[in-house]
């Protein structure tokens, strides 16, 4: 914004959404417990409300296409100072205001669309491109210059549909309908819709993982949690006015499919083969939720903006039959791979999980990560197996204890992760038994969506030096949440008791070694990185995490499994060996064309250069990404392959320092 730019007050909207009598009481249930059980302890005052309301604002108008740049200034001016007193009182008299505002501008935005998408015409062979990051980027300084960006989204949106082969007059006749629709959706915008976009705004200024949830969206989180209902297996999160994919749950559709990722963002579904796509964007997220739900084995079809391209197009439309998701088919998984006439076993975990009723229950059989785990670990040294590959990649966590226990496979007993509360408290949870189930070679693979229990199996073994860790650097969540039930007594003034629910951080990890597993994650000893976009997946991507913090180590032992000098050896000569393997090379080159495009953030809006860009994208996805053909998933599994073979190398070394060999020999590998 110039200097001379005068701030702007908003303009009377026509509907003034209102906080409804409940919303006043749920606000202030929020903050007493934001402010005495929260595990980070913020002051309460003007740097507290001025983030508040830069989180609201980038929550409501993250593209900066609502808003102009005197209007910001006018909030920053009327509410900087305002937020934090409201938020004493429980009050969001504020972030109505400006939902106001920005709900009067999203109708003049959709109206506007709708009519350029009905007559404009548009010229494909220039050179302008459109910004899809734009947080760095200027508010627009008028309402010229708002249009001029309404414009090239929509050019960006026609170029999707025109690379998709469809008619001008088809691709005219559904962005039509689809502005038509979204501005229906926001002439049905309800006080609720207001209350739920600010509170995520006030609970995330304390930490990333705590929300709000409306008695109606903790329903849906209540099924998320229960895993039966038939659907896709996938909890999703709104961000801005895009669908976003928060969790892919092991054992359902798309974790099986392998083709829905987290962080992707979902803008259309269609039902059954050739059902019509609905655009969502904009929808309410219960709402976008119903319409994918559907019956066992029925088909929905999602499309979407893949996080591996971030978040840029083309749509991409993906297929999967709706199902149950069944604990056993999440369940750990063994395969063998041979090399060099000797077996690596590998044990998939998609996640830590644990039957808690039928464990207290103490039912024959019940599900739990532990016994499969010791159960795949007896089968496989039965089967020969020279040398374990535990692969945690894309598992978000799950049980603590289950996580404790697996590690104690692995080792003699010992501690295994620290825990701090709010209050300065620190617990040490241990490994209490003395078996070690097995104590050869051990790698552990992780990417950059291993999170939370997930990073504690793989702290502790690199601590204790039972093994290596290949990969990339996990994703950093090192915090536990806890639900608390916003209720109120039952009075004939106001039979409503409950308010909603809070999912509240109570809790931190630490590595027994003494530094916490949040925001840094856990860093592999061996790098290998895979193609998820590390700029926006991530803990330390969240501009409100808890930081990395670190308490006293606690005493443990660790076992001679691997010492730095070997790791500093294997890494050295997996270096030198992939300089020389061709399957590498271009791995890494197109690692590197695929950082660079998502480098850019722009995308050009010119048709060929559009197109040359999206085939570019197709073959490299084509090339390394699992389509969800089992058969394409071994022999496109880079760094699963790439971990087998760093293994091998690490028992020819073994064996020949075992032999006598030279200390400073290296080893070869395929």
């Known amino acids: 914004m110039g200097k001379n730019t005068k701030p702007v007050a908003p303009a009377v909207t026509v509907v003034q959404l209102k906080p409804t009598e409940s919303q006043l009481a749920a606000g202030k249930y929020a903050t007493q417990y934001l402010m005495k059980n929260h595990y980070r302890k913020i002051a309460v005052n003007d740097s507290l409300s001025q983030q508040i309301l830069m989180r609201y604002i980038d929550h409501l108008d993250g593209s900066k296409s609502y808003f102009m740049a005197g209007e910001v200034e006018y909030f920053k001016k009327v509410y900087g100072n305002r937020l934090d007193n409201e938020f004493l009182e429980g009050k969001s008299n504020s972030g109505f205001a400006i939902y106001n505002l920005f709900l009067k501008r999203a109708k003049e935005k959709m109206r506007f669309m709708k009519y350029a998408a ?31 960006l309404w414009l090239k989204e929509l050019k960006y949106q026609w170029l999707n549909k025109k690379y998709s082969e469809e008619s001008e007059n088809s691709i005219r006749a559904e962005l039509s309908k689809t502005f038509a629709n979204r501005l229906k959706l926001l002439n049905q915008q309800k006080a609720d819709d207001a209350f739920q976009a600010y509170m995520y705004a006030v609970t995330t200024s ?31 999160q709104m961000e801005s006015e895009y669908t976003v994919v928060n969790e892919i749950i092991p054992g359902g559709p798309a974790s099986k499919s392998n083709l829905l990722k987290k962080s992707d963002r979902i803008i259309g579904v269609g039902q059954g ?38 978040g840029r197009g083309p749509a991409k439309i993906i297929r999967l039959v709706r199902d149950k998701v069944d604990l056993q088919e999440q369940a750990a998984r063994k395969s063998i791979i041979e090399l060099d006439s000797r077996k690596i076993g590998v044990i998939t975990i998609p996640s830590f999980y644990l039957d808690f009723e039928g464990q207290k229950l103490n039912v024959n059989n019940y599900n739990s990560t532990t016994r499969d785990v010791s159960r795949i670990l007896s089968e496989l040294t039965a089967s020969g197996v020279d040398a374990m590959i535990v692969d945690l990649r894309d598992n978000g966590g799950g049980s603590l204890e289950e996580a404790v226990n697996v590690t104690g496979l692995f080792i003699p007993n010992g501690p295994v992760v620290q825990i701090t509360n709010s209050s300065g408290g620190k617990m040490v949870l241990r490994d209490e038994d003395k078996r070690v189930f097995y104590n050869g070679p051990l790698a552990v693979l992780v990417n950059r969506y291993s999170a939370s229990a997930s990073e504690i199996f793989a702290a502790a073994i690199q601590d204790y030096g039972r093994g290596v860790i290949i990969g990339e650097r996990t994703f950093g969540k090192g915090t536990v949440q806890s639900i608390v039930k916003l209720n109120r007594p039952f009075t004939f003034l106001s039979k409503q008791t409950s308010l909603g629910q809070l999912k509240l951080t109570i809790a931190k990890f630490y590595r027994i070694s003494g530094g916490s597993t949040q925001h840094k ?45 070997k790791i500093d050896r294997i890494r050295k000569s ?94 070869s590998m395929k």
């Open 273 to 310: 083969q050739t059902g019509e796509i609905v655009d969502v964007r904009g929808w309410r997220i219960n709402d976008v939720v119903k319409l994918i739900r559907g019956k066992k084995g029925t088909v929905v079809r999602l499309q979407l903006y893949p996080a591996s391209q971030a």
């Open 206 to 236: 304390f930490d990333p993982h705590t929300n709000y949830f409306s008695p109606d969206e903790f329903e849906n989180f209540q099924i998320d949690l229960s895993r039966s209902l038939e659907g896709i297996g996938a909890k999703l």
């Open 521 to 565: 994650g856990v860093t592999p000893d061996i790098p290998i990185p895979s193609l998820i976009d590390a700029t926006s997946i991530g803990e330390d991507t969240y501009t409100s995490s808890l930081p990395w913090s670190v308490v006293s180590k606690t005493f443990y032992r660790p076992v001679s499994g691997v010492s730095r000098e």
């Open 574 to 667: 997996y270096a030198l060996t992939a300089l020389q393997d061709n399957i590498s090379q271009e791995y890494i080159r197109d690692l590197g064309i695929l950082n660079r495009i998502r480098k850019r953030k722009t995308v050009s809006l010119n048709e060929s250069a559009y197109k040359s860009e999206t085939e570019t994208l197709k073959k490299i996805e084509k090339r390394w990404m699992n389509d969800g053909d089992s058969v394409k998933v071994k022999s496109n599994d880079f760094m699963l392959n790439k971990s087998a073979e760093i293994m091998n190398g690490f028992i020819g070394l073994k064996k020949s320092v075992q032999a006598g060999a030279p200390a400073g020999k290296t080893f």
């Open 118 to 148: 009905d007559t404009a015409r548009f010229d494909f062979t220039g050179t302008e491109s459109l910004n899809l990051e734009r947080k760095n980027d200027p508010w627009p300084a008028s309402r010229k210059q708002l249009q001029a």
